[in-house]
């Protein structure tokens, strides 16, 4: 094993350990706010409700079409992108471990062999 690989493979388990945290907070900020629009929203139709909008439809557009709404869509967004930029640096350091106990075990192989 060269010194290169070894530095590689620690590398990507360390990225591994030092941003598995951030992952798991925005995931769970994704979850959040996707659950929260479900309220948000029927918070705004009752706001349109009381505003004189009487059917649901009427009271859905309203909620949908709220500053407050569109926000926290960009809330969501925001969340979701950062949540898949680190799974996905996550499983890029996880392919190169895989790939790294790939060549390892090829080495073995090979030294078996003569």
């Known amino acids: ?3 290169e690989s070894e530095i590689n493979i620690f590398r990507s388990l360390d990225f591994i350990r030092d941003n598995a945290p951030a992952y798991a907070k925005a995931k769970s900020e994704r979850v959040y706010l996707e659950e929260f629009r479900k309220s948000k929203k029927a918070l705004l139709m009752r706001d349109a409700e009381s505003a004189g909008h009487k059917s649901a439809v009427s ?4 909620a949908y079409a709220d500053p407050a709404y569109m926000q926290l869509l960009d809330g969501l967004r925001v969340a979701v992108e950062q949540e898949e930029a680190l799974k ?14 790939t060549i390892e075990a090829n080495r073995r192989a090979e030294a078996k062999t003569l």
Request: net charge neutral.
């Open 1 to 3: 094993m060269t010194t």
């Open 59 to 62: 009271q859905e557009r309203e």
């Open 88 to 101: 996905w640096l996550i499983v890029g350091a996880q392919a190169k471990i895989e790939v790294w106990r």
